[in-house]
């Protein structure tokens, strides 16, 4: 139960001043439903402006405070026009206030001629005339922006306005108490870094990097602290142990030998599940390296002790394919697998059901419908969770309960990541690495063109489609915002679907569910020639027939990214091409990248030189949708302090009493902060 002393960040936005349901969802939108949600919802960055006595002093894209006298209102000639207010400096420079559409009721009221007025905002040219496109403050005095002067800039959604939420920020700041210290004493002191109050506000108020340190850190200890608990938990949890005698597993009709890599990992799982401690382990493997194959091995070793073993997907449409792909392979061995989705209704949802419940069924697969309370097992000794990062780990400890016994978890993802960040995501697990890739697999020409061809490139693709191949198009983003450059997936489907009719199917993470797998399932079928997509395809189905990939705007994405939509391609025998559109103004970083995509087709690599590259941001270019993504704490931090927030959730755990205790009691509040509060129910009381 969350400590009382938390409750006020809990509450709703609502409960603030001037919040509501017209400003409620902008924040919504944001994921800032709480005052909680406000108080990390940190500035992007700074505008720092300087104070000048007249326009001479100051230069062009340069942002200013400075006295200027409105002269004259021009309204637009036609409605869609700028409403502009000419104004005078002291010396009789005339500069434009320039106001678009609602914001000019705004000037009107702000702004009237002969007074005047103190303005901040930043400086341009418009023709031969200095303007200030939408002033980001008028005062009427110039002691009513002495506070302006550096002023924080945060991540908006359509309706909200800057000094709407500072404001509210600053009613949550009121809100926050002090805290008790969790972090290690001496490691405090070593840092120099402030209180965890102390840290919030300075971070809202101006560039203060020991801050912003100390609450990404706050985040990587409740995150390393949850892990370890899930992990010690889970070593004191009774298990079944399981071992195969390999009569299943010598009959399977596999498509290549396994790779070095496949029989390591089988190996590595196979000792494990010989464990009474249930195993946690993670499969990490490029798209195409065998996941699914070495997931099927540890499966039957379960079947063959006379257990029974569950796969995840995340969507239903991606079970159905693994549904289809093992029963393909076990069909020598007998094993009768069988396919639960939200889908099945009625006799057959119960027959399955009762297979599952008398052990007739051996191997089950499915979306989350195969945990839900209805469905019983007779012995469900091993669960597969197929492309994990969308599962968050609270949703993996539920399904620990539908054992006898907890059973043992195989995690996979076709995720590269970093090493030096797989203990921020992954500290409760063993990790096995599949890095070759199995015989008979061609590599997929990258070839890097400017968004200027684009012509070309749909010429291409029209021949492609002509000799009856299919084709991806991915874009960076759902729908395009007014004034930003970046493709959209619905404008690029649009124009594609005028020139290739219904060969020609979207897909979005927008969309409602059926509607998505519908376009899905049409592609899978080979009925649709051309997918247009965003990155929700990374978790994809296999089309053999897919040879081409186009992702538009590529370096606006992640290397890791990259790698894993161009491996939707090249899953048949034909040579296959992923072009990288690229837009004009390409930074010396950006061309480093790209040309990295060319020369490699090791994810793994890929990751850590995007990781040198960038240093910062996302390194997967998108959020994961698993709950358990870092809000605060970036890459760059999380690579330099996950290993120190590591280290000292360890020595509270073992040294320092874990949750008891001063410090202990502390670090619950840090865990319900950050909502690891899982960790703390798996304490025996809680």
Request: glycine letters at 10%; aromatic letters at 4%; hydrophobic letters at 40%.
């Amino acid at each position: 139960m969350r400590p009382d002393r938390l409750n006020p960040l809990f509450a709703e936005t609502d409960s603030l001043d001037g919040v509501g349901p017209k400003l409620k969802k902008p924040l919504d939108k944001l994921g800032l439903t709480r005052v909680r949600d406000l108080l990390y919802h940190l500035p992007e960055r700074f505008v720092t402006r300087r104070s000048v006595a007249d326009l001479d002093q100051a230069g062009e894209g340069e942002q200013i405070v400075v006295a200027l006298t409105p002269i004259e209102h021009r309204a637009p000639r036609s409605g869609r026009g700028p409403y502009r207010v000419l104004a005078q400096d002291a010396k009789g420079n005339i500069c434009a206030l320039t106001y678009f559409g609602r914001a000019s009721y705004t000037a009107k009221k702000t702004l009237p001629v002969g007074e005047t007025r103190w303005v901040a905002g930043r400086l341009d040219r418009y023709g031969d005339m200095l303007q200030i496109v939408h002033p980001d403050h008028v005062a009427e005095s110039s002691s009513g922006l002495t506070g302006k002067l550096v002023e924080p800039v945060y991540r908006l959604a359509e309706g909200l306005t800057q000094p709407k939420i500072a404001a509210l920020a600053a009613q949550a700041l009121a809100r926050a108490p002090e805290m008790p210290e969790w972090i290690d004493p001496g490691m405090f002191d070593k840092q120099g870094w402030p209180g965890w109050r102390d840290a919030l506000v300075l971070t809202h108020k101006d560039e203060h990097a020991l801050a912003r340190d100390r609450l990404a850190y706050d985040e990587l200890l409740a995150n390393a602290l949850a892990l370890l608990l899930v992990r010690a938990d889970n070593r004191r949890r009774k298990g079944q142990p399981v071992r195969g005698d390999g009569r299943l597993r010598r009959e399977l009709a596999l498509p290549f030998p396994l790779t070095g890599a496949q029989k390591r990992s089988i190996a590595e799982i196979e000792a494990d599940l010989a464990q009474e401690a249930p195993m946690l382990r993670l499969l990490q493997g490029d798209v195409g390296s065998g996941k699914t194959v070495v997931a099927l091995e540890a499966m039957l070793i379960a079947v063959e002790a006379g257990a029974q073993a569950a796969l995840l997907a995340p969507t239903e449409i991606l079970a159905r394919q693994h549904f289809e792909t093992l029963r393909r392979m076990a069909k020598p061995t007998g094993v009768e697998i069988a396919l639960l989705t939200g889908r099945d209704k009625g006799r057959a949802r119960e027959s399955i059901l009762m297979g599952l419940l008398d052990g007739s069924i051996d191997i089950v697969v499915g979306t989350h419908a195969i945990f839900q309370d209805t469905v019983s097992y007779r012995n469900l000794a091993l669960v597969v969770i197929d492309e994990q990062h969308r599962f968050g780990v609270s949703q993996r400890l539920q399904l620990a309960q539908k054992g006898k016994r907890a059973p043992h978890t195989l995690a996979m993802t076709a995720t590269p990541i970093p090493r030096t960040l797989t203990l921020a995501q992954y500290g409760e697990m063993d990790v096995s690495r599949l890095d070759e890739m199995p015989p008979g697999r061609q590599a997929i020409d990258t070839v890097v063109v400017s968004l200027e061809r684009l012509p070309e490139v749909v010429d291409r693709l029209a021949t492609q489609l002509e000799a009856g191949a299919q084709a991806y198009w991915v874009c960076p983003m759902v729908r395009e915002n007014e004034g930003d450059d970046i493709a959209a997936a619905e404008a690029r489907y649009a124009a594609l679907k005028a020139r290739f009719g219904d060969q020609v199917v979207l897909v979005h993470g927008q969309l409602k569910p059926e509607l998505k797998d519908a376009a899905m399932e049409r592609f899978a079928d080979g009925d649709a020639r051309l997918l247009v997509a965003t990155t929700v395809i990374e978790v994809g189905v296999d089309v053999p027939n897919a040879t081409l990939m186009v992702i538009e705007q590529a370096e606006r994405f992640g290397l890791a990214q990259l790698h894993q939509l161009r491996g939707r391609v090249g899953r048949g025998e034909k040579k296959s091409v992923c072009l990288l559109l690229r837009g004009d103004a390409l930074s010396e970083t950006g061309k480093q990248r790209l040309a990295l995509m060319r020369e490699t087709q090791d994810g793994f690599r890929l990751a850590e030189e995007d990781l040198e590259l960038r240093g910062g941001g996302e390194l997967l270019g998108t959020r994961q949708s698993g709950e358990e993504g870092f809000r605060v704490a970036d890459l760059e931090q999380t690579q330099r302090m996950a290993q120190m927030a590591q280290d000292d959730a360890r020595l509270l755990l073992e040294r320092d009493g874990g949750l008891t205790g001063e410090r202990g009691e502390a670090a619950r509040l840090l865990l319900y902060l950050f909502e690891r509060d899982w960790g703390v129910q798996l304490l025996r009381g809680g």
